[in-house]
């Protein structure tokens, strides 16, 4: 599955690209099609965080924010797996202004500390699946090179 139903916008700013969901037969159920989708949610995460990795190092913490956090923690164990990496929810609602409200308070109040997110229960990746996302990031990215290579 490739989860561009409103193009790429991240890695390869493929603005055209659509969804792609393949290896589908009559024995695919719903729930199998939604893992599926979440899980190439997660692996287009990974390719973002390996892009980071080259230029930044390693992440001294992953932190992931937003509603799906919050309506589907199970999700959160996905991304840890595919990462490889823990991760962390943020709890707090309306994360997105705490990073507006940190920039502002940079900028009125340089120098006086900011409060620490509300964070959750953190999720460590289950070194036992590194297999298999490794398998489905090899499918990923054979998609991936094959819709890119229609543009």
């Known amino acids: 599955m490739l989860p561009y139903f409103t193009g790429e916008r991240s890695t390869g700013w ?12 009559a024995a695919t159920t719903g729930p199998m099609l939604f893992r599926g989708t979440m899980e190439s949610v997660a ?12 230029v930044a ?3 001294r913490q992953i932190v992931a924010s937003g509603r799906v956090t919050q ?3 199970a999700w959160l164990q996905v991304l840890a797996d595919v990462l490889g990496a823990p991760v962390a929810p943020v709890t707090m609602k309306r994360v997105t202004l705490r990073g507006t409200a940190l920039i502002a308070l940079e900028v ?3 120098g006086v500390a900011s409060a620490d997110p509300i964070i959750g229960e953190t999720r460590w990746p289950i070194h036992d699946r590194a297999p298999y996302y ?10 991936y090179e094959a819709l890119i290579a229609d543009d």
Do not use: C
């Open 14 to 25: 493929a603005a055209d690209a659509q969804a792609v969901v393949a290896g589908v037969s």
């Open 71 to 73: 309506d589907l923690p």
């Open 57 to 59: 190092g390693d992440a």
């Open 43 to 54: 692996i287009s995460y990974a390719r973002i965080a390996e892009q980071l990795r080259e």
């Open 108 to 110: 009125l109040a340089p």
């Open 134 to 143: 490794a398998t489905r990031k090899r499918d990923f990215e054979h998609l």
